[in-house]
């Protein structure tokens, strides 16, 4: 099956042409940068853009820095460059974790993080990282550049917070001082092209407070507060778990779809935030770097 | 209209090129190459698989506006000068049963052995995950990449 309709193609160079782009024609453009759900959607003539603006030929935007303590992971970064990436191995090994667990090679090769967070499904696998790292979407317009802190990124499924004329050129995450472990529990059917059916991403710091996120569980991923503020200060142990779980209930909405039922999603986001804390603490215990 | 110059197998190809054309459509019509296949057309199934600057993309998800100045190979490339090692092994094995999925996984497995030669049986399970067989149950695939890497020496 091919698109059955006509857009102009713009493989600009730099990040001005962009903007220009976006600011000329606004909501007629899509940003193309791995194509892997854009071309699906235009496909299915889900999006119909007249223009496509393919955002590859932009150098700055293949860049992984790590300078004082702030990691920068430009809009064309793929999971494939990011399982690779050194300075992810030493200091960003959750992201090395998750982007495991996207899809196959052969998606990774082309998918970017940025390009998912722009996606928005439900299901985004790296909306829960990066929403314990508490992370910054860079945001560039023509007229204007801000920061969009990733809890206020997500607007509902499918939908973001970016306006139409402006583009993502990056996201930032802060190394934590304290010492903290983390990971990424991912329930799916098998593994390669599968969606979550439901995720769930802890980190844990050396004093006993807790960031948790879910992802496929709800319209959007989110930060489970209420289960933070319960456990912040205490040591994990087989009750403070099961209260965790009881709260878990109560601030999760799944729904039944083909992947799974609400049901089994929410039996489910109970058993893995138990595994979830166990290995976090563990892998804080063990000294690792995460 | 876009002209695209490649590189194709080892040799240059100029084409004309709408920017709607995809380019798995753009290789097997337009270009002649026809072991990349369409399958489920949205980037699950893995038979349209070629490798793009040496790293395997769906040629299904793609523009082909978007790889010019770019180099491809297809299985038509890996086996230019005979048949590869994994390919043999391929035969060997009994592989494959109808070989609609052949060429992807062919280009999945070459991917993978390029960079790591002597994979783990997890190693090559998660290098074809991303193919999908619906005839053998994955089995001879599996064992056949890996007596590809025993042998030593992979192509």
Known sequence: MSILHDFEYYNPRNIEEVLQLRAEYRDKTRILAGGTDLVVQMKDNIIAPDVVIDIKGIEAFHEITFDENILFIGACITFSELIESEIIQRYFPLIKEMSLTVASMGIRNRATMIGNICSAVPSADSAPILLVYDADVIVRSASKDRIVPITEWFAGPKKTTLKSDEIVTGIALHFPERKHAGCYERLGRYSGEDLAQAGICILAFDDDQYHVACCAVGPIPKRLYHIEEFLNGKVIDQNVIQEAKQIMLNNIFPISDVRASKEYREHMMGIMLERGLMKAVSRLHGGENA | ?155
């Open chain 2, 1 to 155: 209209m876009h002209k695209i110059k490649i590189t194709l197998n080892n040799e240059k190809r100029l084409v004309d090129i709408e920017p709607h054309e995809i380019l798995l459509d753009v290789l097997r019509e337009k270009l002649g190459v026809k072991s990349p296949k369409c399958g489920c057309d949205r980037g699950d199934c893995g038979s349209c698989s070629v490798l793009l600057n040496g790293k395997s993309v769906r040629s299904c998800l793609i523009l082909a506006v978007e790889v010019d100045g770019q180099e491809i190979v297809t299985v038509e490339g890996i086996s230019k000068d005979g048949l590869s090692k994994v390919q043999e092994s391929m035969i060997d094995n009994n592989a494959f049963q109808c070989g609609f999925c052949a060429p992807g996984v062919i280009i999945s497995a070459t991917e993978l052995l390029n960079n790591n030669p002597h994979p783990t049986r997890e190693e090559i399970k998660e290098a074809l995950s991303g193919n999908l067989c619906r005839c053998t149950g994955y089995l001879p695939i599996l064992e056949a990449v890996e007596n590809a890497t025993k042998e030593g020496n992979n192509e």
